[in-house]
């Protein structure tokens, strides 16, 4: 809903969205997510991330997603206030519709995009998803047989330690010693998060390369302009002009370095990963990773 994308359309009816990202955490899809809101063909909800097919599918995802709704629903009221301009009644309406009430039902993910101007896509990124069993996998693709989904790979290591600095300071909490960083590397959640080998192919079992996209985190840095005409190719988009292409999304929180000690912890608990992308990825696409 920024740059030149069409905003809103306050008599919208429900609907599927269009475009998925489905992965994963840590791996640039908050600036995927802003690039792609700046398109005019492209309508993206006031918040990323909705979460519904993981609600269905991760159980263990349920006991936080009421605190991530709240926080999205505070951060956006703060950006408002920060930029000096109220928030509409027409979106007021719309917060309090799809906070409150039954949540993650279809007629309810339905009513998430229903603002999306006539002639747009809606767009879901949700880096959750891609941790879907087969099940949820097999459910998306019968739930979304137009949808096409784009799926970002970074470094394996550098994603965990990533994540691992995010997870730290929302607790507030910094290792005190090399023994404590073991210990958090030991987190399985980390693991989880980054299990390329597990997730990937239950995707590409479903979707051929027309409806899902595999990216390397690695070329947002380096070509992000290239990166977006590939975006933008993949989905049969017109070019568009972005703002913003070298700006870091939600990085992660400096001041915090993690042992060397840690770091081979966690490469050693990788390999696998490793292993797998070396397998199943070009020789390109694994030196794009970082």
Known sequence: MSGGAPAWDPDGKPRKPRII??????????????????????WTPPFKEVQFFNHRFVPEHRQ???????RSKENLIRRHIAKGTPISPEMATYLAQITTGRMFTERWYRGIFAPAPAGTWPIDITPEYSTLPDEGVDFVRDFLPQAQFIYIIRHPVDRAISQLKMNLKRRGHVPASVEEWLAEVEDPVLMDRGDYAAYLPRWQARFGPDRLLVLPFGRIARDPSGVMRDVEAFLNLPAAEYQGLNKKVFAAPGGLSVPAEARAALRARLEPQFDFLGRAMSAQFMADLR
Do not use: F, V
């Open 21 to 42: 990202g489905i992965g994963a955490q840590k791996a640039g899809t908050s600036w995927l997510s802003e690039m792609l809101a700046q398109h005019p063909k492209i």
């Open 64 to 70: 936080w997603l009421p605190w991530h709704y709240r």
